[in-house]
């Protein structure tokens, strides 16, 4: 590495670490040696590493895979933020064990089989204007040929579509510039009816096409009625892109098999692979998806199966709206320009990508200047008069991404057979740059690399085989996804990310500061319409409610309580529990579950779901809160009771207890009133704090409060029952009322305590660097362990220690330094007898303790504050 390198990735760690450049030579070269780390991995570590609490200037959509679902992470730290469940059962998020995520999934159905997994390939983030808006995610399911749209608001799966012609799927989803329709091309051909077809009559019953479905971006859903699909030759279209700007109305859509080819090894004949790949050339088929959708609107331009339109190739032809070019054998990924100028082409079995121009293929349209016809009738044009370059790449050729200086050329391609990223020019056809990867990279994932607006910074590789990257965990390794910084002139990898889910194919990026998801639902909101769920059910509203044999609960939850804490049924009832999660506070999610009725859902802050199950298994059932929510959440549960109506039960005997005697129980009382007088002074000097220092300033913080008031609220009632019980003379019931009202106290004390450290943290000054690496100093010291800032506890309170002392900065700074020296100070001596405990030698450098000393003026400019 250069000296300038060198430099600047020493300056870089110093600020990494927080710690002044002396010390950190030694420390830094101290691990480097240890973990054998050259000054290479301590620039990319920079680049990363994101300190605790800090955010990710980019969002990744990536495909799940195999597992049906949705990975969500964050560049540059690669740190994995959420699975979304799709179309796989996911059990935490309650997808698929609870009433409202079951009926998204059985829109999933294909000719009333469920299924329960997906193959997906392609996210595609909503548009506007050819740019992410951020709304919208759509995902394919190449497997069961199915679309599931996800609501970019919280993250949730809203609507799952079933291609109803295709049998399996693959080019999709592509988003229009403004997400008017989303663009699904089938991949295997296979008749578009469900009957039987003999493989011999491949040429004439099976068929390929495109999918174009109308997409409503306002509410978010696709609109299957208003939904066409463009027939095509059973060519085996494979991935598509939308035509934007200069190609706006456009689709194309290449594809693999024009040889036809339908294999049967078992007989005798070379294998599917053999005859797939026999042509030097397939077809990339150009469609006006816009002229098209005009047409399909009008009965007589379309034939109607299984319930849904399609044009026919003679249709579109007729009408100038479908196309082929030649293109180099097999290919695989096809990438419209950020200004709809031109398609670049990847051969995969070629080594080249070939770029198109869009200007000429429009001239030669209009020119109906054709090289010839396909068997179905659609006009071939002429590849050399179509084409604008051809670069060659190397091996294996499969997808593009474009780079920030795009308008110059700048591209990134993969090579799965070479296993490399390459940069290159897509205007001059010319490699600039190239990248190893670890291994056999499939997609490759740009910051907003497919928009009209393409970010630049990094390009996710997207890798199938890890090989030997990761440490062993038997024969199904990992996959591989790489950070690459393309920042400067050569492109440097930063990063591998095990991703322990499936082949992810394809991922998106967005700008975080373009997603502006949701905190909590508005209360009582079905997570699935949007709307009020039905129910919906406020604290008071409890109630159990008995309709022929089916039982609904309407329960509430919120820390550290079900309600209702009994539910008694008959054997055979169904039962359904509503449920309403009523707090406000952020991240207070609730789980719920009822035990062997292999039912669970989530319930965040807000939200309401149903949970219907049939009753029928006679017994005693715990239900619970599934998520550690309180330092009560154990105690969050209830009893479901199963009883058989026709069975006569006999009554246990009853124990006889000991009882305590009034005295024990006045003792009792006394004790639980005086530990509510003493928790509620420490409630109030917090309340105190918080209103002085203006809180509702803060929303965050307000929130909070806002929710410690609630349970503060509910005091009263209590206290009145207990006053109530206790005049009655029924010490046993006040005490418990007393109880409650602790409960409260308690609930009420935990959040406000969290409302004034937030409080603390937006009103104390900012610290000074050195203050910060003094604090650093502290906690890596471990001087927390027996101090406690604001509180005398296993040591003195550090708060005025500098005022304490005559010469205090010099004092402290000795006594860090050295304190056996001073171990026979009568004041010393004192305090060690006090707290019996002497303060040891942390060996910290002299600097450091400067730094802590800044720290220590930090605290007392703002002591007020503790
Ligand atoms: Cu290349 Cu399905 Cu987009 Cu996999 S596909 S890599
Ligand atoms: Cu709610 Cu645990």
């Keep these: 590495m250069n000296s300038m ?122 548009e506007t204007d050819g740019k992410y808006d951020g709304k919208w995610l759509v ?80 509410i978010g859903r696709i609109q299957p009625d208003k939904s066409f699909t463009i027939e095509m030759p059973p060519y085996m279209q494979d991935l598509s892109d939308a035509g934007k700007e200069a190609s706006y109305g456009w689709g194309f859509t290449n594809s693999f098999n024009s040889e036809m080819y339908t294999g049967g090894i078992e007989k005798g004949l070379p294998p599917m692979e053999a005859g797939m790949s026999r042509n030097d050339t397939d077809f990339l088929h150009v469609y006006n998806w816009k002229k098209l959708a005009e047409l399909a609107k009008d009965d007589k331009n379309v034939k109607i199966i299984n319930g849904h339109r399609v044009v026919p190739i003679d249709v579109a032809v007729k009408n100038d709206a479908l ?76 997808h593009n991404q474009y780079g920030k200086n795009w308008k110059n050329g700048e591209i990134y391609t993969s090579l799965y057979v070479d296993s490399q990223v390459v940069r290159w020019d897509y205007l001059k056809c010319k490699v600039v740059d190239r990248q190893n990867v670890n291994y056999n990279i499939g997609h490759l994932c740009g910051m907003e690399g497919k928009t009209e607006d393409p970010q630049g910074d990094y390009i996710i590789a997207l890798n199938k085989l890890a090989i030997d990257r990761f440490n062993e965990i038997g024969p199904l390794h990992p ?61 008071g509203q409890e109630r159990i409610v008995r309709k022929g044999n089916h039982v609904y609960v309407y329960g509430t939850m919120v820390r550290s309580h079900i309600n209702p804490e009994h539910v008694t049924v008959n054997l055979g009832d169904t039962v359904t529990f509503y449920l309403t999660n009523l707090e406000r506070a952020e991240d207070e999610t609730h789980g719920f579950t009822v035990d062997l009725y292999n039912v669970h859902t989530s319930l965040e802050p807000g939200k309401t779901v149903a949970v219907t199950f049939k009753a029928d298994k006679e017994g005693v059932f715990p239900y619970y809160c599934t998520e550690f929510c309180s330092a009560l959440h154990l105690e969050m549960m209830g009893y479901l009771l199963v009883k058989d109506p026709n069975k006569k039960y006999v009554s246990a005997h009853k124990l006889k207890m ?48 806002k929710d410690a008031l609630d349970q503060y609220g509910k005091i009263p009632e209590q206290k009145k029952k207990a006053d109530e019980a206790y005049k009655k003379g029924d010490l046993e019931k006040a005490i418990l009322f007393e109880n409650m009202i602790w409960q409260y106290m308690v609930k009420t004390a935990d959040v406000g305590i969290r409302a004034r450290d937030l409080l603390v943290k937006k009103l104390a000054t900012p610290m000074s660097p050195a203050a910060k690496r003094g604090y650093e100093a502290y906690l890596e010291g471990g001087c927390n362990g027996c101090h406690v800032i604001g509180k005398v506890s296993s040591g003195p309170d550090l708060v005025g220690v500098l005022q304490r002392h005559e010469n205090g900065e010099k004092w402290v700074k000795e006594w860090i330094l050295h304190p056996e020296k001073m171990y026979d100070n009568p004041y010393i001596k004192s305090m060690t007898n006090y707290f019996n405990l002497r303060m040891p030698n942390q060996g910290m450098t002299e600097k450091q303790v400067d730094d802590i000393i800044e720290y220590l003026k930090w605290i007392d400019k703002n002591a007020n504050l503790f």
């Design 658 to 705: 000991a009882k305590m005697s009034k005295e024990e129980l006045e003792k009792e009382y006394k004790k639980i009133v005086a530990t509510n007088a003493a928790t509620d002074k420490v409630i109030q000097s917090v309340v105190k704090f918080l209103k002085e220092n203006h809180y509702e300033k803060y929303p965050v913080v307000a929130n909070l409060v």
């Design 139 to 218: 995902i394919n399911d190449k497997a069961n040929p199915r679309l599931a749209v996800i609501d970019l608001k919280d993250f949730v799966t809203k609507q799952i579509v079933v291609n109803p012609v295709f049998k399996s799927d693959h080019g999709g989803a592509f988003f229009t510039p403004n997400s008017e329709y989303i663009l699904e091309a089938c991949q295997y051909g296979a008749p578009f009816d469900n009957n039987y077809h003999p493989i011999e009559e491949y040429k004439e019953t099976y068929r390929g096409g495109v999918t174009v479905w109308k997409f409503d971006p306002k």
């Design 323 to 398: 196309f082929l070019i030649p293109e180099p054998k097999s290919p695989h990924g096809v990438d419209v320009s950020p200004d709809g100028k031109y398609i670049v082409v990847c051969g995969k079995l070629d080594t080249h990508a070939t770029v198109y121009s869009w200007d000429k293929i429009k001239k030669a349209i209009d020119n109906k200047d054709y090289a010839g016809k396909d068997p179905y009738g659609i006009p071939i044009l002429d590849m050399k008069k179509t084409a604008h370059c051809q670069a060659e790449l190397g091996l294996g050729p499969l």
């Design 479 to 539: 996959q591989n996804h790489q950070l690459i910084d393309i920042r400067g002139k050569k492109m440097q990898l930063l990063y591998d990310m095990p991703v322990p889910l499936g082949e992810p194919h394809q991922a998106v990026a967005i700008r975080a500061s373009k997603l502006k998801p949701e905190v909590r639902y508005k209360m009582g909101t079905s997570a699935f319409t949007g709307k009020t769920h039905i129910g919906k059910t406020l604290a």
């Design 5 to 126: 390198v060198k430099r600047l990735s020493m300056v870089a760690i110093g600020a990494l670490v927080g710690v002044s450049m002396a010390s950190a030579e030694t420390e830094l070269d101290k691990v480097m040696k240890e973990r054998g780390l050259t000054q290479q991995d301590l620039l990319a570590a920079a680049k990363t590493y994101t300190p605790s609490g800090g955010r990710d200037k980019y969002i990744v959509f990536s495909s799940g895979g195999q597992s049906g679902q949705i990975m969500v992470y964050g560049v540059p730290s690669m740190r994995i933020l959420k699975y979304i469940g799709v179309f796989t059962p996911e059990p935490w998020q309650g997808w698929g064990y609870d009433d409202d995520t079951k009926a998204i999934l059985a829109e999933g159905k294909i000719r009333g089989k469920q299924i329960t997994w997906g193959d997906t390939h392609h996210p595609a983030i909503s």
